[in-house]
């Protein structure tokens, strides 16, 4: 079955940087686009980048533009989310999407904490 397992949140203070990662497993990585959201609470989950299947024309959230990149191994089966200039409103948790056959998958989550 399809699995996502994200990695590399954490606790950091305004103005750091930190890496996420998401390996997927149980279906053809290389073929699908794949995105990260971010989720508060009482907030709906929001789309922060998305990347196509070969790791080409990522978009970004405005929120996001500038301080954020999105990229993928694919031999490796693993997306990133690499985030600089980290501010106290991306506190949030942060998930791996891939969207196959009309049925979106999520990973459990990974939790990132910006705060002086």
């Known amino acids: 079955q399809v699995q996502l397992v994200e990695s590399g949140g954490g606790s950091v203070q305004p103005g750091d940087s930190l890496t996420l990662s998401c390996t997927g497993s149980?279906?053809?990585?290389?073929?699908?686009?794949m995105s990260w959201y971010r989720q508060v609470p009482t907030k709906e989950r929001e789309l922060v980048a998305i990347?196509?299947?070969?790791?080409?024309?990522?978009q970004y959230a405005d929120s996001v533009k500038g301080r954020f990149t999105i990229f993928r191994d694919n031999p490796q089966k693993t997306l990133y989310l690499q985030m600089d200039s980290l501010k106290p409103e991306d506190t949030a948790i942060y998930f791996c999407?891939?969207?196959?056959?009309?049925?979106?998958?999520w990973g459990q989550g990974t939790q990132v904490t910006v705060s002086s």
């Open positions: 149980g279906f053809d990585f290389k073929m699908h686009s």
């Open positions: 990347v196509t299947s070969l790791g080409m024309g990522p």
């Open positions: 999407n891939v969207f196959i056959n009309a049925v979106n998958y």
